[in-house]
């Protein structure tokens, strides 16, 4: 395994312009952790660095990686260079650099797919995108504006959903509109219907929107069905991720015996 030895090293000075810049769609990602490691792993799919804590490489679940990785892509450092490249407080003694696929935009939509309205919150938008994967969800489209789907902080909430959906981020969401084949349904105070007395189409676009502003009007107006989930007044509204999780599985409830 190639050592890095110092902050000099050219390999080292472009492994931190990495990580300085990430969440940026057009450079690699950092996967920080184990678990995520195994979950890029998982898609038979090798990093373009593997990056190890010299001192821990002999650790089990370290030398598990290593024994699926190309010898040529792995790297070891001291923990402090190591540490230096982490968003996190608490490494885990290794970091793959990689390169996901940037999935093209379908001529016409006829899955069920959700659409992130300007979501700030990286957390949020993590927690939403691991739903999307629990609930059978495949395509997510999120607007400028939206967190960056790769950022670290999202990569880490998602716990490895990324790596089962095919993601868009950038996207004209009013524009998106034109292709489907799909009802387009938004969650909305305004004209609503109440979710659970709402018959579901079996596929549909689902648009969740920014925190505190909700869903724009451009795509409220386009909006085939407008739904709303009641709840105590003790609050005023739910949080955008338990919002999603209770429609996207209410929507997999009502088509539970669907073959």
Request: glycine share 6%; net charge neutral.
């Amino acid at each position: 395994m190639k050592h890095i030895e110092s902050r000099a090293n050219p390999l080292y000075k472009q492994l931190y312009k990495w990580q300085s810049s990430a969440g940026r769609r057009e450079e690699p990602i950092l996967l920080e952790g184990i678990n995520l490691c195994e979950s890029w792993l998982a898609l038979g799919q090798q990093p373009k660095y593997a990056i190890f804590d010299i001192e821990r490489v002999g650790q089990p679940q370290l030398a598990a990686l290593i024994d699926q990785l190309n010898p040529d892509v792995c790297l070891t450092m001291s923990g402090s260079l190591l540490g230096n490249l982490s968003s996190v407080d608490t490494d885990q003694g290794v970091l793959f650099v990689a390169q996901p696929t940037i999935h093209s935009i379908p001529e016409k939509i006829t899955e069920s797919i959700v659409l992130l309205d300007r979501l700030q919150d990286p957390g949020n938008v993590g927690a939403i995108l691991r739903t999307c994967a629990a609930a059978g969800i495949k395509r997510v489209f999120a607007s400028a504006g939206t967190a960056g789907l790769w950022s670290p902080k999202v990569l880490r909430s998602a716990q490895g959903a990324h790596f089962v959906l095919k993601l868009n981020e950038q996207t004209d969401l009013h524009a998106l509109t034109s292709a489907l084949a799909v009802p387009l349904i938004v969650t909305t105070l305004d004209q609503a219907s109440d979710l659970y007395k709402t018959t579901l189409p079996k596929h549909a676009a689902w648009v969740f929107g920014n925190e505190g502003q909700g869903v724009a009007t451009a795509l409220l107006t386009r909006a085939d069905i407008r739904i709303k989930i009641m709840h105590d007044r003790a609050v005023e509204s739910l949080n955008v991720t338990v919002a999603s999780a209770i429609c996207l599985f209410e929507q997999r409830r009502q088509h539970s015996s669907d073959k």
